[in-house]
Nanobody
Framework: QVQLVESGGGLVQAGGSLRLSCAAS????????MGWHRQAPGKQRELVAD???????DYADSVKGRFTISTDNAKNTVYLQMNSLKPEDTAVYYC??????????WGQGTQVTVSS
């Protein structure tokens, strides 16, 4: 079992920055990928960014050049640095982890609201 706890969401003006954190605990040895998804009201959950255990990253086209995903393996924490935020980035952001059996773990989500 893996537990994920997000923090760092909040209200920010357009053009501002936020950093989300996701602290992971439990059976981390089986985790091969971690990432962030988001879900806006009335929309499907979508991938924002993810990172593999070898450090390879992937980003949604809509956030490339503005968001950066990183990890601190010593702290079992994954971060999402979000710069140049836009109102369309407003959503609940969920941390996720995938294990070697392709089982997906999810955090409880953190709200990000970008005002225009």
């Amino acid at each position: 079992q893996v537990q994920l706890v997000e923090s760092g969401g909040g209200l920010v003006q357009a053009g501002g920055s936020l950093r989300l954190s996701c602290a992971a605990s439990g059976s981390m040895y089986s985790i091969n990928r971690m990432g962030w998804h988001r879900q806006a009201p009335g929309k499907q959950r979508e991938l924002v960014a993810d990172i593999t255990s070898s450090g390879s990253t992937d980003y949604a086209d809509s956030v490339k050049g503005r968001f950066t995903i990183s990890t601190d393996n010593a702290k079992n924490t994954v971060y999402l640095q979000m710069n140049s935020l836009k109102p369309e980035d407003t959503a609940v952001y969920y941390c996720n982890a995938i294990d070697d059996y392709n089982y997906w773990y999810w955090g409880q989500g953190t709200q990000v609201t970008v005002s225009s």
